[in-house]
């Protein structure tokens, strides 16, 4: 037994999949323009492109930003409230700049001092 989809269906998977591209396609354009100002302000060094690839940092930046492009994109099809995209947008702020307060504290550390086994 063989059901076939509705067109409505059809009509909406296809706008899903045209704004999942649009999405995708602003995430990639974001993350090369990142990634050209660092090349570009460390002298353009593949040890720089080495380390913002493999920064932790950098899958935490590609996912806020695919997080926020999506919201947008739900609240301009009419799926998703305002109240929630505010909440949202708030939640990410909260958590981006949260961490980045953390981080200070630890880059002030000093450095560790050597314990002589020995002694």
């Known amino acids: 037994m063989t059901t076939t989809p509705s067109p409505e269906f ?20 974001c993350m090369t323009l990142i990634a050209v100002v660092i090349i570009w302000r460390s002298g353009g060094t593949s040890e720089t492109v080495a380390l913002f690839v493999q920064n932790p940092e950098t899958g935490r930046l590609a996912t806020t930003i695919l997080i926020i492009v999506a919201v947008v994109f739900l609240s301009v099809l009419g799926i998703l409230p305002h109240e929630a995209v505010v909440a949202v947008l708030s939640a990410i702020a909260g958590f981006v700049l949260g961490d980045k307060k ?18």
């Open 102 to 119: 953390d981080m200070l504290p630890r880059l002030k550390r000093p450095p560790k001092k050597e314990v002589d086994p020995e002694t």
């Open 10 to 29: 059809v009509e909406l998977l296809l706008v899903l999949a045209r704004y999942g591209l649009i999405a995708f396609a602003i995430l990639m354009a």
